[in-house]
């Protein structure tokens, strides 16, 4: 992964162990139930899957977005 949060195509465990850690540094690991943090990292897994872009703080930040929609979120 590069300074930008940019990781090469085939490091998925990498992408993933990213994001996990912006998840936790950001706090909202707290604020999650479980549930919802298991629903963050499948659809931050299918973003990334079906995704061209490979920039893990722009895939985190689509992730939060489309789990707050969920509406399934701990406000």
Do not use: C, P
Not at 27 to 53: E, M, V
Not at 56 to 71: D, G, T
């Amino acid at each position: 992964m590069d300074a930008g949060g940019r990781v090469e195509s085939g490091t998925e465990t990498e992408a993933g162990t990213r994001l996990l850690r912006l998840l936790y540094m950001n706090g909202l690991d707290t604020r999650l139930r479980r549930s919802d943090k298991l629903d963050f990292i499948s659809i931050a897994t299918y973003i990334l899957y079906s995704s061209s872009d490979w920039n893990v703080y722009n895939v985190y930040e689509r992730a939060i977005e489309l789990l707050k929609q969920s509406r399934r979120y701990k406000r």
